[in-house]
């Protein structure tokens, strides 16, 4: 008979106690812990694989070799740029998400990409019948003979059939509704996650295959059986956006082989997700001219600048607390500058509801946001209107004063590109700004209450 070891492992960070308990002493989080066994042999037999797959003695650093080769690009341009150049051989990838924000959409049109240069790619669904799987496959235009799609919940078994096709690529969709028979609990539990993918880990270090798993998000915002994995695997990719509006953002969280800073951009179509190349048209298509608490910033996602439209509502309010809610930006930081357009520039917001989004579901996490977030109060406040071709940029200091930037040339650049005519940027930034800006006007502030003056 083969031994079983119980463990109680909380469903929120992976902790594992001898007992039941109520709260988690390492996370804090109430009634996580479930009953997982584990059988002894499964243990010993998955320590017993090592990731390069062969018994390698200690190498110097300087005699490892070293090849290019090793990525596969997936033709999806916003998508390789978020691996930092495409999937790596031999590298696990972790794609999270909210329910239908379209995570099996990109990861089928990827492989189809992958299965039309010849590359042989296996999509691994335990959520769809295959029948399903070939209905989205039909909607998106998949024409590629050497993509193979298995439906399947046991690990064993995808496994074996991994071995059996050897494709390049596979993709499980998803992780939590894996199982192995070697443990107990059911699919979706912390012990079935961190099995399924530490397994899965090793047969892509140990044959070259670049896997891709697919996990769901709780509504914490964390991928279910979070922390685990996100020390398991390689690179994580958060695909967010807005249920109600077509964008769709991949963001890269970590990446042990490129940038965490890139971003890729997607709209949502009738047949499947499309690259959007230029986002800062597409975020400021829909922008209403000349009208009051309307001003477009520039927000800097990794390289990329991205023109995106603040817009801010000031009215009276009709209870006695006022009421600031912002969407898109971070509450806290309006609320400063708000105090601080009261006691710099004098405005009396005491009395004011304000709202503050960011249009197109966009969000932004810089501080060069913040002369921007000012100048549209402002504007809504005072019913005047920020000419339509006008861009702000600037940090702010609780003194009121403006603030440099980082990389304010390249958000020119881009403000350029779209025929923008006046940029406020801080004075700091102006004088370090070189040449190559003609037919755009370049002003320099220094603090809030300026600023205000050039605009109004
Ligand atoms: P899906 O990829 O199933 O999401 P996830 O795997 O993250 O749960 O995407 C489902 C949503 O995308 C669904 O609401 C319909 C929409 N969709 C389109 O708008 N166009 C398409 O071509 C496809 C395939 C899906
Ligand atoms: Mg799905």
């Known amino acids: 008979m083969t031994k079983v070891r119980t463990v109680f492992g909380c469903q929120n960070c992976g902790y594992q106690s001898p007992k ?8 804090g989080s109430w009634n996580t812990f479930v009953e997982e066994q584990f059988s002894r042999a499964a243990e010993r037999s998955a320590s017993s694989i090592s990731i390069s797959g062969q018994d390698i003695p200690p190498q110097s650093i300087l005699t490892i070799e070293t090849s290019d080769e090793g990525r ?45 240069k010849r590359i042989s790619v296996l999509y691994v669904s335990g959520e769809e019948s295959l029948r399903q799987t070939k209905m989205r496959a039909d909607r998106i235009g998949v024409f590629s003979q050497t993509l193979y799609v298995l439906a399947e919940n046991s690990l064993e078994k995808i496994i074996e059939d991994i071995q059996k096709l050897k494709p390049k690529v596979a ?17 979706g539990s912390i012990g079935q996650v961190r099995e399924c993918a530490g397994r899965l880990m090793l047969l892509s270090k140990s044959t070259g295959l670049s896997t891709c798993l697919i996990g769901h998000v709780t509504k914490e915002g964390a991928i279910a059986g979070p922390r685990v994995l996100e020390h398991m695997v390689d690179t994580v990719l958060y695909f967010e956006g807005d249920r109600g509006h077509p964008y769709r953002i991949l963001r890269a969280v970590k990446n042990r082989f490129g940038s965490t800073n890139e971003i890729g951009v997607f709209e949502m179509k009738d047949g499947g997700l499309e690259e959007v190349a230029n986002p800062s048209e ?22 990329r ?10 009215s009276s309010t009709s209870y006695g607390m006022p009421r600031r809610t912002a969407i898109g930006v971070d509450p806290n930081r309006v609320s400063l500058l708000v105090a601080v357009l009261e006691k710099k520039v004098g ?18 996490e810089e501080p060069a946001v913040d002369l921007g977030v000012v100048s549209a109060v402002a504007s809504s406040f005072l019913d005047k209107p920020i000419p339509s071709k006008t861009m702000v940029i600037g940090e702010v200091g609780l003194a009121g004063e403006v603030r ?30 070189k040449s190559g800006f003609d037919g755009i006007e370049l002003i320099g502030v220094g603090s809030v209450e300026e600023a205000l003056e050039t605009l109004f």
């Open 404 to 433: 440099g930037i980082h990389q304010a040339e390249v958000r020119m650049k881009e403000a350029f590109k779209l025929g923008f005519k006046r940029c406020l940027l801080p004075r700091s930034n102006l004088s370090r700004i």
């Open 282 to 303: 597409l975020f400021l298509a829909e922008r209403p001219i000349d009208v009051a608490g309307s001003v477009v910033i520039s927000s800097l996602e990794g390289s």
């Open 305 to 314: 600048p991205i023109l995106v439209e603040l817009q801010a509502l000031v």
């Open 72 to 116: 596969i690009k997936t033709e999806i341009s916003e998508f390789d740029r978020v691996l930092g150049g495409g999937l790596v051989t031999g590298s696990i990838v972790l794609i999270g998400g909210d329910p239908g924000i379209g995570k099996s959409t990109l990861l089928l049109q990827a492989l189809d990409r992958l299965g039309r």
């Open 171 to 187: 993709v499980i969709d998803s992780i939590q509704t894996m199982f192995t028979s070697q443990l107990q609990s059911a699919p």
């Open 20 to 27: 039941w308990l109520g709260k988690c002493p390492d996370c």
């Open 347 to 364: 405005m009396n917001l005491a009395q004011q509801d304000i709202f503050v989004n960011v249009a197109g579901g966009v969000r932004v």
